[in-house]
C-alpha cells in the first residue's frame, strides 16, 4: 500500500490549498483517513481525521477553516484549507489506516508529506 500525497506549495495568508491524499496497492478496505502536519521545531499533530462512514474531526486551530473530505471509490482522501495564515505552515502527512485481507487487522500507512507555506 502506498499513500501519495500531493498539492502543497507556497500560499499568501488568506489563501487557499487544496490537498490530494490516493492509496494505490493490493488492499481490502481503508477504514480512517487523516491529515496530520509537522512545523519546524515541533511534533507531529493530528489536524483533521475522517473515518469510513464520512465522520470528521478537526483540531480547533482547523475548525471553520479546513474540511477534509473522501472520495471511498477512488481511495482518495482530500483536504481543502481555506483562510490559512502563516501558523499553518508546516509538512502535511497523510494517514490511514488500511486492511489487507477481509480478516486482516487494521495497519496504519503514511504519505511521503507535502509541503504548506503561508507567506507574504
Known amino acids: 500500500v502506498q499513500l501519495q500525497a500531493s498539492g502543497g506549495g507556497l500560499v499568501q495568508p488568506g489563501g487557499s490549498l487544496r490537498l490530494s491524499c490516493a492509496a494505490s496497492?493490493?488492499?481490502?478496505?481503508?477504514?480512517?483517513m487523516a491529515w496530520y502536519r509537522q512545523a519546524p521545531g515541533k511534533q507531529r499533530e493530528l489536524v483533521a481525521h475522517?473515518?469510513?462512514?464520512?465522520?470528521?474531526t478537526y483540531t480547533d486551530s482547523a475548525k471553520g477553516r479546513f474540511t477534509i473530505s473522501r472520495d471511498n471509490a477512488e481511495n482518495t482522501a482530500y483536504l481543502q484549507m481555506n483562510s490559512l495564515k502563516p501558523d499553518d505552515t508546516a509538512v502535511y502527512y497523510c494517514?490511514?489506516?488500511?486492511?489487507?485481507?477481509?480478516?486482516?487487522?487494521?495497519?496504519?500507512?503514511w504519505g511521503q508529506g507535502t509541503l504548506v507555506t503561508v507567506s507574504s
Open positions: 494517514n490511514a489506516y488500511v486492511r489487507a485481507g477481509r480478516f486482516s487487522p487494521l495497519y496504519p500507512y
Open positions: 496497492g493490493s488492499f481490502f478496505s481503508i477504514n480512517t
Open positions: 475522517i473515518s469510513s462512514g464520512g465522520s470528521t
